[in-house]
């Protein structure tokens, strides 16, 4: 059976929610919804920030990783809440292994890892998130098979590995917002609590080296100007709202993805609404003062960027890779640093971008070492690795089945190690 697309699972999930009257409204666990104290439970004077002392170190940028993957279906395609562990080793050979492990069930989406690769927390299609333990040597440990945290669309981990965020896409009233996760030295994940309301709020970008972040989507703390990418600052309790913009230009974006150029200058967002203006990826400028811009949103080609989930640029700039998921496809942006607006534009598909039939459901980027720049995607039985090469041209890898099964299983959610 085919699995569904993001889009698909997305608009059913929002009717439903949309459907849902008082007495279905999610409350967090445990008095979760923290309003006024943003949630710092255990936060103390830095307000939840993630700027401890006491952080998850990085390992080294070049060396063999790990990776997981979903199988949201088994052999006979039923629902299957298997996971799959695999290896990047450092010329970019993926092997699947034999260790797999059950958590909640995921179709799509991306698995945060902290920095030192150990612990991994994914969304679940079914509300909550699933949190999971790497050892050195790849073995597998289930630390929570679905925390409760209501229904997340996406999780961000922090700089240190000391705190993680999820995302909630649905409104205020129904728990809507940013939630905060609490990750001890011990392995532990504990829920924090809801630390800023939102509505229909869908991806959320930390910046680098600070306590800032940009989210995407339709309201954050009652702010309903028709703005949909905001600038918050989470190192106060709760954490404040710096900018807003309207971005497209319009009501009713469902941010699907959000990256930032390499010079940290420009900011993607990609829109999925399939029943408004969607299938489209909005620019805005970083100015030196910090202030966002609104720009003209990448021209669409004649065939769009049909249901735009993943927005990778290349690490050493000039180009951009953006998965269409529902479109089964990946394109290729480029772009012009020393442009004041970038010189944005739809270059076409990238090389081997061509998935028509593989239904791609999930891609990470490798961001450090001398694999930077390597996508993985998770098609329906395959990972597809792409690369952003040094000099600036984005090359196909081909496709890698994880498993000996004819056919193989079906893949959904992926995550690599830092």
């Not at 390992?59 to 990047?88: E, I, K, M, Q």
């Not at 073995?139 to 961000?156: E, F, K, R, S």
Request: proline letters at 6%.
């Amino acid at each position: 059976m085919r699995s569904p697309t993001p889009a698909a699972a997305f608009l059913l999930s929002t009717l439903l929610l949309a459907a849902c009257g008082p007495g279905d409204i999610y409350l967090p666990p445990d008095g979760g919804d923290a309003g006024t104290d943003g949630g710092s439970g255990d936060a103390g004077t830095d307000g939840g920030s993630d700027g401890g002392t006491s952080g998850r170190e990085y390992l080294p940028a070049d060396r063999l990783r790990y990776g997981v993957v979903s199988h949201p279906r088994d052999a006979a395609g039923a629902d299957s809440n298997v996971w799959h562990v695999f290896t990047v080793d450092t010329d970019g050979t993926i092997t699947g292994t034999t260790r797999t492990f059950q958590m909640g069930r995921a179709s799509e989406g991306e698995v945060a890892f902290t920095p030192d690769g150990e612990i991994g927390i994914a969304p679940l299609l079914t509300g909550g998130v699933g949190v999971f333990k790497l050892d050195a040597d790849g073995t597998p440990t289930v630390i929570h098979t679905a925390l409760d945290v209501g229904y997340p669309n996406q999780v961000v981990m922090g700089h240190r590995g000391e705190r993680a965020w999820t995302i909630d896409f649905q409104w205020e009233e129904h728990g809507g917002g940013i939630h905060e996760l609490a990750i001890g030295a011990d392995d532990s994940v504990t829920y924090v609590g809801r630390i800023m309301e939102g509505r229909s709020l869908g991806q959320m970008h930390l910046l680098p080296g600070r306590d800032e972040a940009l989210v995407g989507g339709g309201a954050v703390n009652a702010v309903y100007d028709d703005a949909d990418l905001f600038h918050i600052d989470l190192s106060v309790s709760p954490p404040a709202l710096i900018q807003s913009i309207d971005l497209f230009g319009d009501e009713g974006c469902w941010a699907s993805a959000l990256a930032l150029t390499p010079d940290e200058r420009f900011v993607l967002m990609a829109d999925n609404n399939m029943l408004g203006t969607g299938h489209r990826v909005g620019i805005a400028r970083f100015g030196t003062d910090g202030l966002l811009t609104a720009l003209p949103a990448v021209p669409q080609p004649p065939a769009f960027i049909e249901d735009p989930t993943g927005i990778h640029p290349s690490p050493s700039g000039g180009r951009i890779a953006v998965l269409a998921s529902f479109g089964e496809a990946l394109h290729s942006l480029t772009w012009d640093a020393t442009q004041a607006d970038g010189a944005f534009a739809h270059e076409g598909l990238a090389p081997g971008g061509n998935l028509g039939g593989q239904l791609p459901q999930g891609s990470v980027m490798i961001e450090r070492g001398s694999l930077a720049g390597r996508i993985l995607v998770a098609e329906y039985q395959h990972l597809h690795a792409f690369q952003h090469e040094a000099d600036g041209t984005l090359t196909d890898h081909g496709r890698v089945a994880l498993d000996a099964g004819s056919p193989p299983l079906t893949l959904g959610a992926i995550g690599i190690q830092p």
